[in-house]
């Protein structure tokens, strides 16, 4: 059976195909949605024309995510989109039958755990590969050989985040390194954790990805900056912001990549057939105006391989 076939049976000929996307930012500061529109041009779909796209925007605020969820299964897209844990989790408890695209910093292996079970209706892509956090500790390390205590903050509402500390736990060890675990549960508390973990004696800072560190990424920045933390980030945003080093994927060709998976999804492929899609090509970025500021000379060799030097 073709494309061709499979997308008459999904859908009514004529139909025009529904998205519905689940935001955790606003309008104003999210570059990754606009990226996701021009994924969605890449494969021919013009909206308003041949595809319609509803948005929902959590601002920020997630406990809206269960009735933003529930006001666009009401809508009855072909497509729910969302991004993080908390996207997931909301869109979960509103359908269990629409097909769906996550967007994911987990590795692939835990966010097919996730997504794949109980029900099989959902698919994505993930910003993250098995070896990406301890590579990330090697690169914070390089970049300040005297360090020996490093705050690692998260947020511990995802599970999986307190996994991943325990995992860096071993790589931390093999470099010198003590790590300080330090808890933000809401925008707004990440001031609480770092100055504590200043407190406890740590030299640097180490971000985990997160939908709530990512909107407070200005604020992370600014106490970094503050406290005179070096501090790894996963998305270059926060470099952009003024933090000191990243490594990872662009956040904005994730959601051109979740466009295709879309796609696919909208052709007549079962989501449970879709494998989760792994990104592959990562970016060191750096500022080296923050480098002076925190009085840090970036080893040579560090420098040659960034993708991107911010002056």
Same mark, same amino acid.
């Given at each position: 059976m073709g494309n061709d076939t499979l997308n008459a049976v999904a859908r009514p000929a004529g139909k025009v195909p529904r998205v519905g996307l689940l935001a955790n930012g606003s309008a104003a500061t999210s570059p990754s949605v606009d990226a996701f529109r021009r994924g969605l041009r890449d494969f021919g779909y013009v909206e308003g024309q041949n595809i319609a796209l509803e948005i929902r925007w959590a601002e920020g605020?997630?406990?809206? #995510? @269960? &009735?933003? !969820? /529930?006001?666009?299964?009401?809508?009855?897209?072909?497509? =729910?989109?969302?991004?993080?844990?908390?996207?997931?989790?909301?869109?979960?408890?509103?359908?269990?039958? *629409?097909?769906?695209?996550? *967007?994911?910093?987990?590795? !692939?292996?835990?966010? /097919? +755990?996730?997504?794949?079970?109980?029900?099989?209706?959902?698919?994505?892509?993930?910003?993250m590969s098995a070896d990406l956090t301890p590579k990330?500790?090697?690169?914070?390390?390089?970049?300040?050989?005297? *360090?020996?205590?490093?705050?690692?903050?998260?947020?511990?509402?995802?599970? @999986?985040?307190?996994? +991943?500390?325990?995992?860096?736990?071993?790589?931390?060890?093999?470099?010198? $390194? $003590?790590?300080?675990?330090?808890?933000?549960? &809401? =925008?707004?508390?990440?001031e609480t954790a770092v100055v504590g973990a200043v407190r406890e004696g740590a030299e640097a800072l180490f971000v985990l990805p997160d939908p709530l560190t990512q909107l407070d990424r200005r604020r992370i920045t600014n106490l970094a900056a503050k406290h005179r933390l070096p501090a790894m980030y996963g998305f270059k945003e926060f470099v952009e912001a003024g933090g000191?080093?990243?490594?990872? /994927?662009?956040?904005?060709?994730?959601?051109?990549?979740? !466009?295709?998976?879309?796609?696919?999804?909208?052709?007549?492929?079962?989501?449970?057939?879709?494998?989760?899609?792994?990104?592959?090509?990562?970016? #060191?970025?750096? @500022? =080296?105006?923050?480098?002076?500021?925190?009085?840090?000379?970036?080893?040579?060799?560090?420098? #040659?391989r960034a993708d991107r030097l911010i002056e």
């Open positions: 605020r997630f406990e809206r #995510l @269960n &009735e933003l !969820a /529930t006001e666009l299964v009401r809508w009855k897209p072909d497509v =729910l989109v969302t991004a993080g844990p908390y996207g997931l989790q909301a869109a979960r408890q509103a359908t269990t039958t *629409i097909p769906m695209v996550v *967007i994911m910093c987990d590795p !692939a292996e835990t966010v /097919t +755990e996730r997504i794949a079970r109980p029900s099989g209706h959902i698919t994505g892509v993930t910003c990330r500790l090697q690169l914070l390390k390089e970049a300040v050989p005297s *360090i020996r205590r490093v705050a690692v903050l998260y947020n511990p509402f995802d599970p @999986n985040k307190a996994e +991943e500390v325990r995992q860096m736990q071993a790589p931390a060890r093999t470099l010198g $390194i $003590i790590l300080q675990p330090a808890e933000a549960r &809401e =925008l707004g508390a990440f000191l080093m990243s490594y990872g /994927t662009m956040q904005t060709d994730l959601y051109r990549r979740a !466009a295709a998976h879309v796609d696919k999804v909208l052709r007549g492929a079962n989501p449970a057939d879709v494998p989760v899609e792994q990104a592959t090509h990562f970016e #060191l970025v750096i @500022n =080296l105006k923050t480098a002076k500021a925190l009085g840090v000379t970036l080893p040579q060799s560090l420098l #040659l």
